[in-house]
């Protein structure tokens, strides 16, 4: 995978991870776990962020905006019951998320489900 599609798969799981709950469960099929679904698709986006940064994708405050995404991801998972991924801390990463987006100057949208 080149350094773009590795961009746009980062991109794409921000806009999914942005996305209210309901939207995220309209986007992902009927059988997926969609809060498992919704965290593994920036975990793995998150792994390709080292070899971005190398190739100087992304600016230091996008550096800084994603870890921030990452680091309350892993909180949540760690201190929320993800039976609510609804409630105030989730959305709270929703919302980290999109200042995230803003910050890369992307769009907030529905995400191309063929990069998660």
Known sequence: ???REHYI???ESL???????EDQKKY???FADVPDDVTSSFEN????????IEKGEF?????ASIIR???K???????????????????KLRELSKETLSVLDEPIQQPNMKYI
Do not use: T
Request: glycine content about 0%; hydrophobic content about 45%.
């Open 9 to 11: 798969k980062v991109v």
């Open 45 to 52: 986006a998150f792994i390709l962020i080292p070899s971005l």
């Open 15 to 21: 806009r999914l991870l942005s996305s209210s709950y």
């Open 69 to 71: 995404v990452y680091n």
């Open 28 to 30: 992902l099929p009927d």
């Open 1 to 3: 995978m080149e350094a």
């Open 59 to 63: 600016s230091y405050k996008a550096i």
């Open 73 to 91: 991801m892993e909180w949540c998972l760690r201190n929320v019951d993800l039976d609510d991924f609804s409630n105030m801390e989730w959305n």
